[in-house]
């Protein structure tokens, strides 16, 4: 396997991996005088599985804010698919195909899961606000479309019984699913997932890691998360970022990054001897 | 049925009907505290405003004519024309767009993040600006305001319910225009409820309104929405300034009205659009019945202060309001 050109390949499960989707060149950023991240370049493949891994504090978050425009780097650029991406705000960027999930579940607690992931074809929905209005033209077709897509997400997350709960009623687990439901319903080209499996059980890891990878295999979509757990992420992704302390001090296949003494070192800790 | 009784029906029904004004008032402020935590104290100044603007166009007032008159000694008041109450209200319509358009740009833009008391003083400020603007641009005399609503008491409720009692007994007098008001104020209930549930923009709105930064996530333009609900809220204003206007005339006073819409709001619960509705009826009726049969008792007088009254009893009680949301804090 020939990661490390930049030609597309098949992987050995048989999924393909196309060239360069989205570029973080030399991206810093800082708030005052902390750094968060410090001269970060990676780049994701068109439907890959990418990780991005480290300890508490190493950044991971402020480099998926970044990604989805939540925060604008103070340094580097973010190329996506062959271009420099301007200074965007974040519902720009969602409407370019850039869909996240978020580390403490942000869902829309007082709607029904129907609704919540509904809001995710906000940026696929293009009849005018007359036409919305009125409820006329265009508009009520399209509704139509729509909720057959997101009915199809209901399905495929296995959440058909809790369609007209409101989310705020919901477990843990099932908010961290509807909200990936609603991340889907936008087709996006990228899907950012911000610990999909933090604070969950065992069972409901489980879970998660199948949805993950059935997302990545039946719908093609590329996938870049963050995990601190190092388990799930090696049997989960193509390739993996590690940072610490806002730096990169590695990057490869899984396999490589377990044997990288500086990733044993910032997990383990360095013995002075 | 004695006649007392049937008194009392009557007084229930107009109870119920000056009931859908207040709730008028009172979706404005649930529109906009919904969907970004505000209490727009502009509310009524913002009903007050748009009714000016309505009578101004309507009579084809020159805006700012006494600042013109005073600046450059002419005597200028009208344009000569008047416009058909119709295309008014449309274009009034239009102002409190612009309107919500200059909020997004001037105020609101500059004050994303802040504490919801640094948002309701602003609305005051808003407040204050608007009741200038309005006395500046419209003069500060007290205006009739006709777009051709019925008015006057209407025959055959009158003719349909004078059998009913005794021979002193003239059937129920309720005001064409009271009519009116119920019937635009289920109409635009009903259109708002059916726009936020069944559309793209009203499932953005209620995205907005429940989280900001799962809103932009999912490609949600902020701004966007902000004016949309400012804008939204404009026109339910000028509804609800065309009713009062229609009935009390327009005046200054007409800013007040929001005043009427706060215990309302406690009743019904500040995030709920049914709340303020049913919010609004349960003050209308309880404050002419209360009137009606202890007011005779305690010297009458009470619609000053019974709402206020009712609306304490339940802070004590259901904090939240009717409909409004519980507030649970999970430990």
């Known amino acids: 396997m020939n990661v490390m050109s930049n030609d597309p390949y098949t992987t050995a499960d048989g999924r393909r991996i196309g060239g360069v989707l989205m570029e973080m060149k030399n991206i810093t950023l800082r708030f005052g005088g902390v750094v968060a991240i410090k001269d970060i370049s990676f780049d994701i493949r068109e439907g890959e599985i990418r990780a991005i891994i480290g300890p508490n504090g190493a950044g991971k978050s402020s480099m998926l804010n970044v990604m989805s425009g939540f925060y604008t780097p103070t340094e580097g650029e973010v190329w996506f698919e062959g271009c420099p991406r301007p200074q965007m705000r974040p519902y720009q960027v969602a409407r370019q195909g850039i869909a996240r999930t978020f580390q403490n579940i942000a869902l829309f607690q007082g709607m029904s899961t129907l609704d919540n992931i509904m809001t995710g074809r906000i940026t696929r929905m293009n009849s005018n606000l007359l036409n919305q209005a009125l409820w006329w ?35 843990y687990g099932l908010q961290k699913r509807v909200e990936l439901g609603r991340a889907l319903a936008a087709e996006p080209r990228i899907l950012l997932l911000d610990e999909p499996m ?19 295999d ?56 | 049925m004695t006649d007392q009784f049937l008194y009392a029906i009557e007084v229930m029904i107009n109870g119920l009907m000056a009931g859908v004004l207040y709730s008028l008032v009172a979706l404005g402020f649930v529109l906009i505290f919904k969907a970004s935590g505000i209490f727009n104290y502009a ?8 009714a000016l603007t309505l009578v101004g166009l309507q009579k084809g007032q020159i805006p700012f004519a006494h600042l013109i008159n005073a600046m450059f000694g002419t005597d200028i008041h009208y344009f000569g024309w008047e416009l058909p109450a119709i295309l008014a209200i449309a274009l009034t319509a239009g102002v409190m767009v612009v309107l919500a358009i200059l909020i997004e740009r001037f105020i609101l833009k500059y004050l994303v993040n802040q504490e919801p008391i640094i948002l309701f003083m602003a609305t005051i400020g808003l407040a ?24 006057g008491a209407s025959l055959w409720a009158e003719q349909a319910t004078s059998g009913l009692g005794s021979e002193n007994f003239y059937g129920f007098f309720i005001d ?24 793209k923009q009203g499932r953005a709105l209620r995205a907005v309104a429940d989280d900001h930064q799962a809103a932009l996530s999912v490609g949600v ?95 004590v009680f259901r904090p939240q309001g009717l409909f409004g949301e519980k507030i649970i804090e999970r430990v």
């Open chain 1, 198 to 216: 933090a604070g969950m059980n065992v069972e409901e890891k489980e879970d998660m890691c199948r949805f993950i990878l059935d997302v990545n």
């Open chain 2, 43 to 50: 509310q009524g100044v913002m009903a007050l405003f748009a």
């Open chain 1, 137 to 171: 033209g265009k508009a009520e077709a399209e509704e139509t479309v729509h909720r057959e897509a997101v009915e199809k997400i209901i399905d495929f997350l296995e959440i058909q019984h809790i369609r007209k709960t409101p989310v705020g009623r919901l477990p």
């Open chain 1, 218 to 273: 039946e719908f093609g979509t590329t996938i870049a998360l963050i995990e601190h757990d190092m388990g799930v992420v090696m049997d989960l992704s193509d390739r993996v970022v590690v940072m610490d302390y806002g730096k990169k001090i590695g990057d490869g296949t899984p396999d490589e990054v377990r044997s990288n003494p500086e990733v044993i070192d910032a997990y383990l800790g360095v013995s002075h001897d």
């Open chain 2, 221 to 315: 333009s902020l701004r966007f929405i902000w004016v949309l609900v400012w804008s939204i809220a404009g026109i339910v204003a000028l509804v609800a300034g065309i009713m009062w206007g229609a009935k009390s005339g327009v005046q200054f006073s007409l800013s007040l009205i929001a005043l009427k819409a706060l215990p309302v709001l406690m009743l019904g619960g500040f995030t709920s659009i049914p709340g303020a509705i049913v919010g609004g009826l349960i003050i209308g009726v309880g404050e002419k019945l209360f009137e009606f049969t202890i007011g005779p008792m305690i010297g009458g007088a009470t619609e000053n202060w019974f709402a206020y009254v009712l609306a304490l009893v339940f802070l």
């Open chain 2, 176 to 199: 064409k225009l009271d009519i009116a008001a119920a019937l635009t104020a289920a109409a635009l209930v009903i259109s708002l409820t059916l726009f936020s549930q069944y559309s």
């Open chain 2, 128 to 151: 204050y600006f608007l009741e200038g603007l309005g006395d500046v641009m419209w003069g500060s005399d007290i205006k009739t305001l006709d777009v051709g609503l019925p008015q």
